[in-house]
């Protein structure tokens, strides 16, 4: 069957109900994207037209469904180590001032398929010890990657990035029906909790945190939507805990109290 094709009207009406949900500007250049992510759901309801679709999930009547589009839409490529600049920042700078034997929690604030959540773990492991009182929350708004984050379950393929060494000492490697696989050790997953959380609505009381990852997904907010979203999440740091953000964003406007210690590394006053 023939891709179903989408008009530009309602084109239209996806943007803005992806922004309404999620605060992701869909810029018009992903109208391929989304035909090729949600055209399989309208085949799968036996709809013809996308607008069809649009009414379904628009009206209330579905949350799945509209929980499925949100999922398709929102998932986005991660790996480990990825901008291992900020977890060199995080070993040396953060860890190493941090008085021993006190909590030390972190919040990976758009965990995706939860690469990040893993590599914080990893660190934290390697400096704070697997013992030590700390924590990481991973969030997101798909269901979909939470899920895969949760299990910490990955193919090999996907130890991009990560070191041979860190490989051998925290993961364990699958065997027979699981070959070509690798899960995340149990003790560094218990030091990890996972929540589905919109940053484009009121943040449930997750507790403070003295750093909050929020890397690579202000690339889909307009500038408002950003300057909400981080006004929500500085809110949750503890006088002087740090907000990272991608090699690509920048706080700059955004946001008066966190102060830049480094590009794409900022602090919340002591």
């Not at 992701?24 to 036996?46: E, F, Q």
């Not at 919040?107 to 704070?128: C, F, K, N, R």
């Not at 490989?167 to 996972?194: D, M, N, S, W």
Request: charged content about 25%; hydrophobic content about 35%.
């Amino acid at each position: 069957m023939l891709d179903i094709s989408i008009t530009d009207t309602e084109f239209a009406q996806f943007q803005k109900l992806i922004y309404k949900i999620a605060g992701i500007s869909l810029s018009d250049a992903k109208k391929v994207l989304l035909v090729g992510r949600l055209g399989k759901r309208l085949k799968a309801h036996g709809f013809t037209t996308y607008t069809e679709y649009y009414k379904l999930i628009s009206s209330g009547n579905d949350p799945l469904e509209q929980q499925t589009m949100v999922d398709l839409l929102t998932t986005n490529e991660t790996y480990f180590f990825r901008e291992e600049k900020h977890f060199e920042f995080l070993t040396d700078e953060i860890v190493a001032k941090h008085p021993p034997g006190r909590p030390f929690d972190v919040w990976s604030a758009a965990s995706s398929t939860g690469e990040e959540i893993y590599t914080i773990s990893m660190v934290l492991a390697d400096t704070l010890g697997v013992n030590a009182p700390w924590s990481i929350l991973g969030s997101d708004i798909s269901t979909q990657v939470l899920a895969v984050a949760k299990s910490g379950h990955y193919s090999l393929e996907r130890a991009r990035g990560l070191p041979p060494e860190y490989l051998r000492k925290y993961c364990l490697k699958g065997v027979r029906q699981h070959e070509g696989t690798f899960l995340i050790a149990p003790e560094l997953r218990r030091h990890t909790r996972f929540m589905q959380v919109n940053l484009n609505t009121t943040l449930p009381d997750v507790g403070k945190f003295h750093v909050i990852f929020l890397r690579n997904v202000m690339i889909y907010f307009d500038n408002d939507t950003k300057r909400q979203v981080v006004e929500r999440l500085s809110q949750r740091l503890h006088p002087g805990g740090y907000f990272i953000v991608g090699h690509s964003e920048s706080l700059n406007g955004l946001n008066e109290r966190l102060k830049p210690i480094k590009p794409t590394i900022y602090r919340m006053p002591a």
